[in-house]
């Protein structure tokens, strides 16, 4: 006569835990999905859960199919079922990105002379972990009007780079409280450095003489740490407001555009990628495959600009550096 309470106590307890667990699994969901939307991108710990957000929804799929197995085993019917769906739900929201790669671009099929486009190639080099040749390479098989290092020392610059940026015509700039480079064709005129008003090691902007070429806003800004983004968001604050009007705001930005904003621009400024309706390509790491990483390397175009083609370059992963170039191709927005 006693066992029966004693097995209606133990099935009220898996009841409860079968509830709990479901539950949890269903806000874990519901984070990922409305985080961006709702502004935690900006929000230490939670800017990681937005940033690695296909990584987020594989911890999810994990855990509803635990959650699954003990359904199944305990014979919890619902909870069961509730788990299988999250599980095939989230599952192919993540494999279907897996399964596609942001589209390649040819360089030698988009002639700058033809529209007045412009060939942006940018690349975190991490400094010197990329060979001098290797970058040189690149540079010469893109063939860019512009090449952004959002890491990489100007005084290291014109002397491993010199070589190539005399061949092809190109100035380099930089500021002294920056590691960003950039380095510019003479046929867009001349440009010079305006780092007033800019953090210290937020990049700088390079302003061109004729007013016909685009306004450089060269990004590196500081990561977040696990506690306070607020050095980020002082960065993110200024490149939002230097970027409009005929300005391009490239580089590192340690930063997706659902941690960037939820409409995913910046100030002004349309990010290339998404612009083209492209689906997130992780530049960072390059320990992760692309569809897994974080899309933190951008180039943004302002209202005077529109991009034509953007690619993630996934050729070099093992060159040295956790970042994967990006390379981009910019019209006036006039041109249709």
């Known amino acids: ?12 307890a898996q009841r409860a835990l079968s509830i709990a667990l479901v539950a949890v699994a269903a806000v874990l969901l519901l984070a990922a999905v409305l985080l961006p939307n709702a502004g935690g991108g900006s929000l230490p710990v939670l800017y990681l859960l937005v940033a690695f957000r296909p990584l987020f929804l594989i911890c999810i799929t994990a855990f509803a199919f635990v959650v699954g197995v003990l359904g199944v085993v305990l014979r919890w019917r619902w909870p069961a079922l509730v788990a299988i769906a999250v ?35 940018e690349w975190n080099t991490d400094q010197q972990d990329v060979d001098a040749t290797t970058i040189r390479a690149l540079i010469e098989q893109t063939n860019p009007n512009i090449v952004v290092l959002p890491e990489y020392f100007t005084q290291v610059a014109k002397g491993t780079l010199a070589a ?4 092809r015509d190109m100035q380099i700039l930089g500021s002294i409280d920056s590691a960003a480079t950039v380095m510019v064709s003479r046929s867009l005129g001349d440009y010079k450095v305006d780092d007033r008003d800019t953090p210290p090691w937020a990049g700088f902007v390079a302003v061109p003489a004729d007013l016909s070429s685009p306004r450089l806003v060269i990004a590196h800004l500081q990561r977040p740490d696990i506690t306070s983004t607020a050095l980020w968001r002082r960065h993110i604050r200024w490149a939002r ?18 941690n960037i904003s939820p409409s995913h621009t910046l100030g002004q400024c ?10 997130p390509q992780g530049t960072w790491p390059t320990a992760l495959p692309a569809w897994l990483g974080a899309t ?7 209202p005077s600009w529109r991009p034509a083609a953007f690619s993630v370059l996934h050729g070099l992963d093992q060159a040295g550096a956790d970042h994967r170039p990006t390379f981009a191709v910019l019209v006036p927005a006039r041109v249709r």
């Open 241 to 258: 407001k230097q970027c409009k009007g005929n300005a391009l705001a490239i580089g590192d930005f340690n930063a997706t555009t659902d």
């Open 1 to 12: 006569m006693q066992s029966a309470p004693r097995f209606t106590q133990r099935g009220r």
């Open 296 to 302: 933190i390397d951008h180039v943004f175009a302002g």
């Open 164 to 167: 190539v940026a005399k061949q």
């Open 270 to 279: 349309v990010d290339s990628a998404t612009a083209l309706g492209q689906r």
């Open 87 to 121: 599980v095939v739900a989230v599952g192919t929201s993540v494999a279907v990105p897996a399964a596609e790669r942001s589209p390649s671009v040819e360089p030698s099929h988009v002639a700058a002379s033809d529209t007045g486009a412009l060939r942006v190639l």
